[in-house]
């Protein structure tokens, strides 16, 4: 089945990098792009950024411009976020999503993981 | 930037009543806009897109309507497993996700 599996909870200090991995089995993982998307602990949601997994195109939002790096590897149809400069306040859950263009939005999510960055 | 306000913030309902969540956008964004259910400790779900498209395996009690800066989802019939927090999204551009709407008990 269509599904996006993403890589284990992960423990960082602040100033520290992370990166983040989404799996993607069951479609062709050229044809969607992949979004990631962050929620801190009882809030809402936050866009992140997007990739292209086509051409390796990527357009991230303001908010993390100059921080995060969005890539792919088609050869594991595997997507990968990394966040820089981490702070106290990069203490969220990322998702990944898929979305087959921008009219239909994200339909398959992975799980969630969890980043916490503490000293 | 786009701002999306969502009203309201949070909904007290019972099972079986008609909900009503708005979502407005500070520009016109066409009908590109989609809700999400989140059920807590887990990953949203789509529930429409276009602003009115039923995702496919959403029940058809929940619906969307509304273009440009007016959107409305609501849901016929509230069911045990409604009880959530729900989310538009603007998903063209810089995508925007409103602040949320917790439905409670």
């Known amino acids: 089945q269509v599904q996006l599996v993403q890589s284990g909870a992960e423990m960082k200090k602040p100033g520290a990098s992370v990166k983040v991995s989404c799996k993607a089995s069951?479609?062709?993982?050229?044809?969607?792009?992949i979004h990631w998307v962050r929620q801190a602990p009882g809030q809402g949601l936050e866009w992140m950024g997007l990739?292209?997994?086509?051409?390796?195109?990527?357009y991230y939002g303001q908010n993390f411009q100059g921080r995060v790096t969005m890539t792919r590897d088609t050869s594991t149809s595997t997507a990968y976020m990394e966040l820089s400069g981490l702070r106290s306040d990069d203490t969220v859950v990322y998702f990944c999503?898929?979305?087959?263009?921008?009219?239909?939005?994200?339909?398959?999510w992975g799980q969630g993981t969890t980043v916490t960055v503490s000293s | 930037d786009i701002q999306m306000t969502q009203s309201p913030i949070f909904l007290s309902a019972s099972v079986g009543d008609r909900v009503t969540i708005t979502c407005r956008a500070s520009?016109?964004?066409?009908?590109?806009l989609t809700w999400y259910r989140q059920k807590p400790g887990k990953a949203p779900e789509l529930l429409i897109f276009?602003?009115?498209s039923l995702q496919s395996g959403v029940p058809s009690r929940f619906s969307g309507s509304g273009s440009g800066t007016e959107f409305t989802l609501t849901i016929s019939s509230l069911q045990p497993e409604d009880f959530a927090t729900y989310y538009c999204?603007?998903?063209?551009?810089?995508?925007?996700f409103g602040q949320g709407t917790k439905v409670e008990i």
């Open positions: 999503a898929r979305a087959g263009g921008d009219y239909f939005g994200m339909d398959v």
């Open positions: 069951g479609y062709s993982f050229t044809s969607y792009y």
């Open positions: 990739i292209n997994p086509s051409d390796g195109s990527t």
């Open positions: 520009q016109n964004i066409g009908n590109y």
């Open positions: 276009a602003a009115s």
């Open positions: 999204l603007k998903n063209y551009g810089t995508w925007t």
